[in-house]
């Protein structure tokens, strides 16, 4: 299928549909759903705790909150430089479906655990949380891409890698929004 755009024929804009066709079928759906629902949780926890931080509303025994949200972004952000090369060392070695279960396994506890950092808010405990969903995140990203050739055609793999890259970003976007809105109505305060 060929496509006149702005007088330049361009192959593959017919296929753009079938791209969106991907989050109907069973084979792609479920690790779409996955994968944003992960995405989302870490950002929504992240952005909650940085928050709270920044705004003084842990108590921080007199660290000032500029460094710590520095921190907790390094924190965050550390075992994807550690560990996503082993990741990928495993997902080509392993079954990656299991390294897919097995991360979102940890992510359950990852997630209740962040939940008690809220309600304890304990400041200390949660640079450990905050580790362990990049850590998970470090495991799971390389499974995710490398997943997608078993369960797509070949025709379907840069739409569905497109896809799970737009999923990723709106699923870090809607999670740093929502973590930033809900804590200070949590809190009572409005910032």
Same mark, same amino acid.
């Given at each position: 299928?060929? #496509?006149?755009?702005?007088? @330049?024929?361009?192959?593959?804009?017919?296929?753009?549909?079938?791209?969106?066709?991907? =989050?109907?079928? !069973? !084979?792609?759906? %479920?690790?779409?759903?996955?994968?944003?629902?992960?995405?989302?949780?870490?950002?929504?926890?992240? #952005?909650?705790?940085? /928050?709270?931080?920044?705004?003084?509303?842990?108590?921080?025994? $007199?660290?000032? %909150?500029?460094?710590?949200? +520095? /921190?907790?972004?390094?924190?965050?952000?550390? %075992?994807?430089?550690?560990?996503? %090369?082993?990741? $990928?060392?495993?997902?080509?070695?392993?079954?990656?479906?299991?390294?897919? !279960? !097995?991360?979102?396994?940890?992510?359950?506890?990852?997630?209740?655990?962040?939940?008690? /950092?809220? &309600?304890?808010?304990?400041? &200390?405990?949660?640079?450990?949380?905050?580790?362990?969903?990049?850590?998970?995140?470090?495991?799971?990203?390389? +499974?995710?891409?490398?997943?997608?050739?078993?369960?797509?055609?070949?025709?379907?793999? @840069? $739409?569905?890698?497109?896809?799970?890259?737009?999923? #990723?970003? =709106?699923? @870090?976007?809607?999670?740093?929004?929502?973590?930033?809105?809900?804590?200070?109505?949590?809190?009572?305060?409005?910032?």
């Amino acid at each position: 299928c060929c #496509t006149l755009v702005g007088g @330049i024929y361009v192959n593959g804009l017919c296929n753009m549909k079938s791209q969106f066709l991907l =989050l109907k079928e !069973r !084979r792609f759906l %479920p690790l779409f759903i996955l994968q944003f629902f992960g995405a989302f949780n870490d950002n929504l926890a992240k #952005t909650a705790f940085v /928050v709270l931080m920044a705004y003084g509303l842990w108590d921080a025994h $007199g660290v000032a %909150p500029e460094i710590l949200v +520095s /921190v907790a972004a390094g924190v965050f952000i550390l %075992p994807f430089i550690l560990f996503c %090369p082993f990741a $990928g060392y495993l997902a080509d070695h392993y079954d990656k479906a299991l390294i897919i !279960r !097995r991360a979102k396994l940890a992510e359950i506890f990852i997630a209740l655990a962040a939940v008690a /950092v809220l &309600y304890s808010g304990n400041l &200390y405990f949660a640079l450990p949380v905050l580790f362990a969903l990049g850590l998970q995140s470090a495991f799971f990203t390389p +499974s995710k891409f490398s997943i997608l050739p078993q369960h797509l055609k070949a025709d379907e793999l @840069i $739409g569905g890698n497109a896809l799970v890259s737009t999923g #990723t970003y =709106l699923a @870090i976007l809607g999670g740093t929004m929502i973590g930033a809105a809900l804590i200070p109505l949590a809190q009572g305060k409005f910032i």
